[in-house]
């Protein structure tokens, strides 16, 4: 079983970047796939980008050319590179498997992304 800590996020004005990490401790992690989750204010949680344990990669398309997902499998590490800002990316940003395993989440770190 994975245990996910999630940092990173923070205030940033439309147009700017942020990099958030996830910190894994568990021998799996080289084994699953990762996702990163984002719920908006008023919305349920939902997926915006996923990596394989081979490195594949698929996002959704609100972030498509903005976002890369990365990971760093000797560290137990896996990234959220966001480029371009806009307001409606603000939303608190959880990692975990994909598709999920477990009902567990941790508390994630919220972006803001203001006007």
């Known amino acids: 079983q994975l245990q996910l800590v999630e940092s990173g996020g923070g205030l940033v004005q439309a147009g700017g970047s942020l990099t958030l990490s996830c910190a894994a401790s568990?021998?799996?992690?080289?084994?699953?796939?990762m996702g990163w989750y984002r719920q908006a204010p008023g919305k349920q949680r939902a997926l915006v980008a996923s990596?394989?344990?081979?490195?594949?990669?698929n996002y959704a398309d609100s972030v498509k050319g903005r976002f890369r997902i990365s990971r760093d499998n000797t560290k137990n590490l896996v990234y959220l590179q966001m480029n371009s800002l806009k307001p409606e990316d603000t939303g608190v940003y959880y990692c975990?498997?994909?598709?999920?395993?477990?009902?567990?989440w941790g508390q994630g770190t919220q972006v803001t992304v203001s006007s």
């Open positions: 975990n498997r994909w598709p999920i395993q477990s009902p567990g």
């Open positions: 568990g021998s799996i992690f080289s084994r699953v796939a």
């Open positions: 990596i394989t344990s081979g490195g594949n990669t």
